[in-house]
């Protein structure tokens, strides 16, 4: 099995909420693998670019959202939106 690139492309929109998108690559592998697998070194860097974009999105977070604490018990919902979507 090869090694690819992740790109990581997350784009959070202007009322905090996110979207992150997958190249074509990365689809075809989590289909396929149903996971991705990182290397020591790739965890690394993907811990570093991770907590770098955790940082950055609580600028754009209101103070209720930057104060919220969450535990592994606690159901995380997601809601499913156009990609297009360009109100925030």
């Not at 190249?23 to 991705?36: A, H, L, R, T, W």
């Not at 570093?48 to 535990?71: A, G, H, P, S």
């Amino acid at each position: 099995m090869g090694i690819i690139e992740i790109k990581m492309n997350f784009e959070q929109k202007k009322d905090g909420s996110c979207i992150l998108h997958f190249s074509e690559e990365e689809i075809k592998i989590i289909q396929n693998k149903k996971s991705i697998h990182f290397t020591a070194e790739g965890l690394r860097h993907f811990g570093n670019v991770l907590m770098r974009m955790v940082m950055d999105f609580n600028m754009n977070f209101d103070e209720k959202i930057k104060n919220l604490v969450t535990t592994e018990k606690d159901q995380i919902k997601v809601t499913e939106k156009k990609i297009h979507d360009n109100k925030s």
